[in-house]
């Protein structure tokens, strides 16, 4: 999985408590990314961050934040989970940003908002 | 607004027969096209990719790809499939010009039968 760990791979919390996903790669690439797997709908862009303390918003960005304060780790925090965040989260990575760049990804971390 | 389609859910096969993964999208501008494969439990793996020159692209564990710019369509082919090829496959698309922004299909589930 490309340098990339994400942790925890599961996660079971109640709704109205915050949550905290951890992406950490050893690539040392500037750009990393937050999606969401929900069936039917593929892959969704929840953030991204193009470098330290340097992140924009993606398509389902809502109810997320993110942080980057070292290049290797970016976080992804749920204030307060709720049941539509129950989801596959995956983190990846890439070297550039220009468009033809292949982006990789980590294993996922599966978060049940009860 | 770009998107992707890929019209199958599923798609079952039996070992030894050619397979076929539909894709087609929809831009504005010039494509870059890509296609990732889930083993269950695990992350995206990265296949293949069109950036430009010849229309069929090769890639990982012997699968290739045909980009039909008249058609829009970008379909993932092996001659020959394999039990193990069984997996959820992913066709995305990012705009040349643009950011390393993917959008992603729906997912297709390939089924090898013995």
């Known amino acids: 999985d490309a340098g990339i760990t994400q942790s925890p791979r599961h996660k079971v919390t109640e709704t109205g408590t915050p949550v905290t996903l951890r992406c950490h790669q050893t690539e040392n690439h500037r750009y990393m990314y937050w999606y969401r797997q929900d069936p039917g709908h593929g892959l969704r862009l929840i953030h991204y961050?193009?470098?330290?303390?340097?992140?924009d918003k993606g398509e389902v960005s809502d109810g997320y934040s993110v942080s980057r304060s070292k290049t290797e780790d970016f976080l992804l925090t749920l204030e307060s989970a709720t049941s539509s965040q129950t989801s596959v989260y995956f983190c990846?990575?890439?070297?550039?940003?220009?468009?033809?760049?292949?982006?990789?990804f980590g294993p996922g971390t599966r978060l049940l908002v009860l | 607004a770009q998107s992707v389609a890929q019209p199958e859910d599923q798609v079952n096969v039996a070992e030894g027969n050619p397979l076929t993964v539909k894709c087609t999208y929809s831009?504005?501008?010039?494509?870059?096209l890509f296609w990732y494969v889930q083993y269950p439990n695990r992350g995206l793996q990265f296949l293949l990719k069109?950036?430009?020159?010849?229309?069929l692209v090769k890639g990982s564990y012997g699968f290739e790809a045909e980009f039909n710019k008249s058609q829009t369509s970008f379909h993932l082919k092996k001659p020959s499939a394999l039990v193990s090829d069984s997996a959820l496959y992913f066709c995305?698309?990012?705009?040349?010009?643009?950011?390393?922004?993917?959008?992603f299909g729906a997912g297709t589930r390939l089924a090898v039968h013995p």
């Open positions: 961050s193009y470098g330290v303390k340097d992140t």
């Open positions: 831009v504005s501008g010039n494509p870059y």
């Open positions: 069109y950036i430009t020159g010849d229309n």
């Open positions: 995305a698309v990012s705009l040349s010009g643009g950011y390393n922004k993917l959008i």
């Open positions: 990846a990575i890439s070297e550039s940003d220009r468009s033809q760049e292949t982006q990789y």
